[in-house]
RNA sequence: GGCCCCUUCGUCUAUCGGCUAGGACAUCUGGUUCUCAUCCAGGUAAGAGGAGUUCGACUCUCCUAGGGGCUGCCA
């Protein structure tokens, strides 16, 4: 046990952000390797935003990838009479004062400020940045209450922090500027300073932050396309870190063990969705055949219902390796649930428009209705012995693309096993017929 | 404009003054194979530029260039 506490401290929009979501990998990962504290804050101010059901996709996210939080949900709009105590007390020291302005939409009001000092140089030693210092001079006064009376971020989540005893505050670069004016905030009421940590950005190929316009950068988005939770979030959590060896698969229990602050990179990092399919498809290799079924079966609907265990044996064995996101799996595997499947034009005039096509196709639908044992082993005999070791492809291509409408897939007499014996002779004698 | 930060293969990165600069993704070649994928073997590919410190610099210092962040009654 220790006494760091940290937070994630999203405004809840409906949709979460994966530069968001890895500040919440790192500050979970940075409470569970310390015995610290993880803390959820809800900066729901924004009332037209923060609906009920945006804080639920929040909840959802979170629960997706594994990230529990310490202690009872934090909702700022619950501590707003606290944060304007609190502005009171400021304004009783000369620290804050009211003033009117002129918004940037011509509506004028009075608007309370706060105070920066005029001289003098504000410091912090930023755990990922290093030292960093400005002179106060640089920063201006800024507002914390709006004409409408209610607090701004500024305020409101210093007074957060310090009701929360958060003692580490690790956030996205986008901060690095508030913090010097946090920080005489925290100075101002005599509340400890946190330590901070900024986190760099994560950026499309032309070094922008990621946004919705580069591709998926929302959490939900991921979750749709069939990743693994477990992918994304490592795959996050390398983005800017790394055990300081070449493991890059790591289980949940390593990275809490091996995550330091300490070792995160300053630098941005550009996101590559390649390396993530692959990670993804790593992890599918890796999930037990157990998990692996279920979610086949969650993707492929009622049609996989009444399959055997040895049916489902087989099925994982061929696909798992062949699966880099379960979303594909659907439109891969569908020739074996169902006759309603989608034919490759391409497939056909490759490998069925050719002179002795239908001819080959009728004689093995001959040969296969004598198999008693419809087996891959058993089948795959049976075609080697017809190819006289001149190589099968003759005889497997076609099969393949008259049975399952494509090019590619499992293994081919793993494929009509899974298909039956029935199936398969009506798919020949069709397609032959129509040759 | 001002203030702050950053800079190793296309990308994520290792290197804490000794480097023939290592790994992974991507890419390419070959092998295995009935296709695809997996798997295996191998290849191409990097220290932004310039000064300085040092026996020695990717590592330390400075300058330049390029990139990014902030500069709201957003968070």
């Known amino acids: 046990m220790s006494d760091i506490r940290v937070r994630f401290a999203p405004s809840p929009t409906g949709k979460v952000h994966i530069g968001n979501i890895r500040a919440a990998i790192y500050n979970w990962l940075f409470a569970r390797h310390t015995g610290g504290k993880f803390l959820l804050r ?10 009920p059901e945006a ?22 709009t619950k501590n707003v009479k606290r944060h304007l105590e609190v502005v009171e007390q400021l304004k009783a020291m000369g620290r804050a004062y009211e003033v009117e302005k002129t918004s940037r939409d011509g509506k004028t ?9 005029k001289e003098g140089t504000i410091e912090f030693d930023d755990i990922v940045k290093g030292h960093l210092s400005k002179q106060a001079a640089d920063v201006q006064d800024f507002a914390i209450v709006r004409s409408d009376g209610s607090p701004i971020f500024h305020i409101a989540n210093v007074v957060d922090d310090i009701d929360q005893r958060v003692t580490h505050i690790i956030r996205g670069d986008d901060h690095v500027e508030n913090t010097f004016k946090h920080i005489e905030i925290f100075k101002a009421l005599g509340a400890p300073i946190p330590k ?16 919705k316009r580069d591709g998926a950068a929302f959490v939900g988005e991921y979750r749709e396309q069939g990743y693994l939770p477990e992918a994304l979030f490592n795959y996050l959590l390398l983005l800017g870190w790394n055990p300081g060896d070449d493991r890059e698969i790591l289980s949940r229990d390593e990275m809490i063990r091996l995550f330091e602050l300490e070792k995160v990179h300053v630098t941005a990092a550009m996101f590559d969705p390649k390396k993530l399919a692959w990670m993804n498809g790593e992890y599918i290799k890796q999930i037990s055949d157990r998990d692996f079924r279920s979610l086949a079966i969650e993707k492929v609907g009622a049609a996989a219902e009444g399959k055997s265990d040895e049916w489902w044996e087989l099925f994982i064995g061929q696909m798992k390796p062949r699966t880099k996101t379960l979303n594909d799996m659907p439109a891969s595997v569908c020739y074996l649930f169902g006759d309603d499947y989608p034919v490759d034009p391409k497939a056909v005039e490759k490998r069925l428009n050719k002179p002795g096509v239908k001819e080959t196709l009728l004689d093995l639908v001959e040969r296969f209705k004598g198999v008693e044992e419809w087996r891959a082993p058993v089948l795959e005999a049976l075609v080697k012995e017809l190819s006289q070791g001149n190589g099968m492809g003759p005889w497997v291509h076609p099969i393949r693309v008259a049975v399952s409408g494509r090019m590619e897939g499992p293994g081919l007499f793993e494929m009509l096993e899974l298909l039956g014996k029935a199936k398969t002779l009506e798919r020949l004698e069709n397609t032959a017929g129509r040759l």
Do not use: A
Request: glycine residues 8%; proline residues 4%; aromatic residues 14%.
């Open 55 to 76: 804080i639920q996709v929040l909840f959802d996210c979170m629960q997706w990838l594994g990230l529990d939080y310490d202690e009872e949900v934090f909702y700022q």
């Open 109 to 117: 009001g009075v608007v309370t400020m706060f105070r920066m000092p």
């Open 196 to 211: 901070y940590g900024h986190l760099s950005m994560i950026v499309n190929q032309q070094g922008k932050p990621y946004s």
């Open 42 to 51: 809800v900066e729901d101010t924004d009332l037209e935003r923060s609906t």
